[in-house]
């Protein structure tokens, strides 16, 4: 509660300062939220506010996986998109590394820091507070030892306000997730396409397209599940291999993102969705909305409205009060001299 509460309410004052809880003022917070009487909510309900969704946690995710309720997940790099998020039902938001590519303009995932995702991870979480927020471990900083990959999940958790960590990688990872679940942080996997890997892997290809490869797709899985990961990302494989993989585990959820129907759930990266990623486009990727189509319209007609003086109209402009004008007139005269 405490935790949840602390998103929603953090003073933007403080945004830009790595967060210090115990100089934070969470317990106020905390009693706000606590407060909120049933009587209020009622009220909001006649309004049209909707009523405060309840945060989702792990076993909130395993109820829905043990009904076979599909689990949402969706990547969101800011402010907005941490809300719109919150406010649409997303299950769990991801602050993905693909942030590397669609909001920051590099060329690959393995150029972003760990800062650079702390700053994102902190703005998302500034809009989010049902959603499960996992954030990406960013290449290069859980690989050179279970050590050095808990002090970058501790700065992503205590820093950026991530409930969990999502990190890349099959076996290798087996004692990282060990370490990191041990003390407390829990930890997505993501295997099948590794896109941190791709140079390694001669492109963005799809994996377990093989008998021998499907089946170490398989092991990682179980893998990661026996050291303790809640969920995997699994990325890019056959649907029948992402179908058997979800069968098989029993505890860890599955989400799948180019790995068929038959996964736990389905996560697509933001900009891809909604049409504003002009990149290469997976064979993966559904466009649910065509946003980029808006936004040329909005631009355009923007400019124009400018270029012609149609923007601003009156009705946009200030007026001030009857006899004020004169008075300014009078007065500017003896400043500017009479033309
Ligand atoms: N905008 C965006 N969406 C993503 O899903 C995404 C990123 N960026 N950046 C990081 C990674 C890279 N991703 C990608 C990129 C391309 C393919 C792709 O084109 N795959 C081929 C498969 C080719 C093969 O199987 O050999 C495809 O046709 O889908 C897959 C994942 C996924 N992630
Ligand atoms: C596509 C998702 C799973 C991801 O890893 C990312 O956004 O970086």
């Not at 703005?123 to 996992?134: D, F, N």
């Not at 205590?158 to 679940?181: F, I, N, P, Q, Y």
């Not at 390694?200 to 170490?216: K, N, P, V």
Request: charged share 25%; glycine share 8%.
């Amino acid at each position: 509660m405490l935790r949840s509460a602390k998103r929603i309410q953090r003073p933007s004052g403080l945004l830009d300062f790595p967060l210090r809880p115990h100089t934070y003022p969470f317990r106020a917070c905390a009693q706000r939220w606590m407060s909120a009487r049933p009587e209020k909510r009622q009220a909001d309900e006649a309004n049209g506010t909707p009523p405060p969704r309840k945060k989702v946690t792990i076993a909130h995710l395993q109820a829905l996986r043990a009904s076979r309720t599909p689990i949402t997940m969706l990547t969101a790099y800011d402010y907005p998109t941490g809300r719109a998020c919150e406010a649409h039902g997303i299950d769990i938001t991801l602050v993905g590394d693909s942030l590397a590519q669609v909001c920051l303009g590099y060329d690959s995932t393995t150029r972003l820091t760990l800062d650079e995702l702390l700053h994102h991870t902190r703005a998302v979480a500034r809009g989010s507070r049902a959603p499960l927020l996992v954030a990406d471990m960013p290449f290069g900083t859980y690989l050179a030892s279970p050590e050095d990959a808990l002090r970058s999940a501790v700065r992503v958790v205590r820093e950026g306000g991530a409930d969990a960590v999502k990190m890349e990688g099959g076996m290798e990872l087996v004692e990282t997730v060990r370490k990191l679940t041990g003390v407390g942080i829990p930890v997505m996997a993501h295997v099948g396409l590794q896109p941190q890997r791709h140079v390694a892997l001669s492109g963005y290809r799809a994996q377990g397209r093989d008998a021998e490869s499907a089946l170490h797709v398989l092991r990682s899985a179980l893998a990661l599940e026996e050291a303790g990961a809640f969920a995997a990302v699994v990325e890019a494989v056959p649907h029948a291999l992402g179908t058997y993989i979800s069968r098989r585990l029993t505890r860890m959820v599955t989400i799948g993102i180019g790995a068929g129907a038959g996964t736990d759930g389905q996560v697509l990266v933001w900009d891809d969705m909604l049409g504003t990623w002009h990149g290469h486009q997976a064979k993966f990727v559904r466009r649910f909305a065509q946003v980029d189509r808006e936004v040329e319209r909005g631009v355009r007609a923007y400019a124009d409205a400018v270029r012609e003086r149609s923007f601003p109209a009156l009705e946009e402009s200030y007026e001030m009060p009857k006899g004020q004008w004169e008075k300014f007139e009078r007065l500017a005269e003896d400043v500017v001299g009479t033309a």
